[in-house]
């Protein structure tokens, strides 16, 4: 089999063994799944060529927290927060209640809808936590996306109560029963789809899972050599709760039961110990630095709910490896980085902080190394060939290549993805549903206003759509 050479490059975002390097007027070579060769002169037997005259060629971006089951569906509901007394968060009023409303078929619309829209600005690896890997297992094939499946578990469910009061409904098995089978998942699929399915272990929150739980879900990561990933200190109510529990943080709990480790992604440390969100002595943001663990920021869903982490460039400056998710709609990690930089630029006073440079690292070397894997996130000899070319109108003038993409480019700027090798999107359409793009868009709204209508018989005041989520605007008045 001979290269696939991309020629002419006006930059290639490439690797040098520590960091990206700027190579102009560049080439790249692959065959089949893997990168050749990076430079300016490849001699190699060449089967095809991409010219890539005036354009960018970039590493794909690792979108670390995603829910591609049911996001979609976060369009058009949750953009006004949720209620003061439970500090505007929308999980209980708005995401809970929707996700028990979502049949299989529902979810399928959403998945296949996100696995196209996250192609589409250029994250060519997720972490998907969801519930059910049949969706993937059927659609992966046809879309070519990577994807880590973290099929959620945990030992109680949220139950909302009068005002601010959270409480929860505790399994008796201790959520050990979905523990099994998300292990029996992983087994049966890591690896497959040449390497495009991948297992992840994800108890679903911190206040959600008990220690022996979380005890067992450590000890199958490491037979299983395994990433793990959890929701921790998201909310005010979730540190409140913790607090009374245990006497620690969430975070410092995870740390005191042997949890956290260098193998762990924590989404998404915005309430922790020491920051402007509570009264509580410092000390989170230094034991997630010293346990190695990672942080997947979505920054969208809490900027959303009037919220900013205090702050990435902190993180940072601690040494915490910090990684980007899209979390929510839209599923754009352009998006994502342009909001984590602008948002810790506002939070820290300073246009110094968090540059472009960083959060393009921690959309791809940062959020590689959360995965385990030195072969993603970068353009080099021996990597996967998971590679994006971005051309168009925000794309020029060009000087900066890694600015003109985190603080101008929109996703129709993402010309072609490549993933595993395989041209998935081309010339800005994603080829799995090429054909049937209008009829995907007519079903996820079909699927939508299923959900709003099913929405008050779950909803704990029994209200409806437009209650929980008041329209912008009155109707026009009724002739």
């Known amino acids: 089999m001979a290269a696939t050479l991309i020629d002419n490059a006006s930059f290639i975002i490439a690797f040098d063994g520590t960091g990206h390097r700027y190579l102009r007027n560049g080439r790249l070579a692959f065959e089949g799944d893997t990168i050749l060769f990076v430079g300016r002169h490849y001699d190699g037997p060449v089967e095809k060529v991409i010219d890539a005259r005036g354009k960018v060629v970039s590493p794909g971006f690792v979108d670390t927290h995603i829910h591609m089951q049911e996001s979609v569906l976060d369009r058009s509901f949750v953009e006004v927060g949720g209620p003061p007394e439970l500090g505007f968060d929308t999980l209980i009023d708005f995401l809970m209640p929707r996700s028990r409303v979502m049949d299989p078929a529902i979810r399928r619309v959403c998945t296949e809808y996100s696995l196209g829209e996250v192609l589409r600005s250029g994250a060519t690896t997720c972490v998907e936590i969801g519930e059910s890997v049949d969706d993937l297992v059927d659609l992966v094939p046809r879309y070519g ?96 709760n913790m607090v009374a529990r245990t006497g620690k943080t969430p975070i410092a709990w995870l740390a005191d039961i042997g949890f956290l480790a260098r193998d762990v992604l924590v989404a998404h440390a915005i309430y922790l110990s020491g920051t402007r969100y509570t009264d509580l002595p410092p000390g989170d943001i230094e034991i997630l630095a010293g346990t190695g663990a990672s942080v997947a920021h979505s920054p969208w869903v809490f900027g959303r709910d009037g919220m900013a982490l205090d702050s990435f460039a902190r993180y940072q400056r601690a040494g915490i490896n910090m990684t980007l998710g899209t979390d929510t709609c839209p599923q754009n990690m352009i998006q994502a980085m342009r909001l984590a930089s602008v948002f810790s630029k506002s939070v820290e006073g300073s246009p110094a902080a968090t540059t472009g440079a960083d959060v393009f690292n921690a959309a791809t070397l940062g959020g590689a190394r959360a995965l385990g894997r030195d072969d993603l996130g970068r353009l080099c000899a021996g990597a996967k ?95």
């Open 145 to 240: 996306n990577r994807i880590f499946f973290a099929p959620g578990f945990n030992s109680a469910a949220w139950q909302g109560g009068e005002g601010s009061a959270v409480g929860y409904v505790w399994k008796a098995d201790e959520g050990f029963g979905e523990l099994e089978r998300a292990v029996a998942s992983i087994r049966e699929l890591d690896g497959e789809f040449g390497g495009l399915m991948n297992g992840m272990l994800s108890p679903w929150q911190a206040d959600t899972c008990t220690e022996r739980l979380l005890h067992r879900t450590r000890e199958w990561a490491d037979e299983l050599a395994v990433p793990l990933t959890i929701h921790a200190a998201q909310s005010e109510y979730e540190v409140s």
């Open 385 to 479: 060939a998971d590679i994006v070319i971005f051309s168009g109108m925000n794309m020029v003038p060009l000087r900066d290549p890694v600015n003109n993409i985190v603080f101008s480019a929109e996703m129709e700027d993402v010309e072609t993805v490549i993933v595993n090798g395989r041209t998935v999107v081309g010339h800005g359409e994603v080829l799995g549903s090429s054909d049937r793009a209008a009829e995907l868009c007519a079903a996820v709204q079909r699927a939508a206003e299923e959900v709003w209508g099913r929405l008050p018989g779950e909803d704990r005041m029994g209200r409806t759509v437009d209650e929980i989520s008041p329209p912008s605007f009155d109707d026009w008045p009724a002739e």
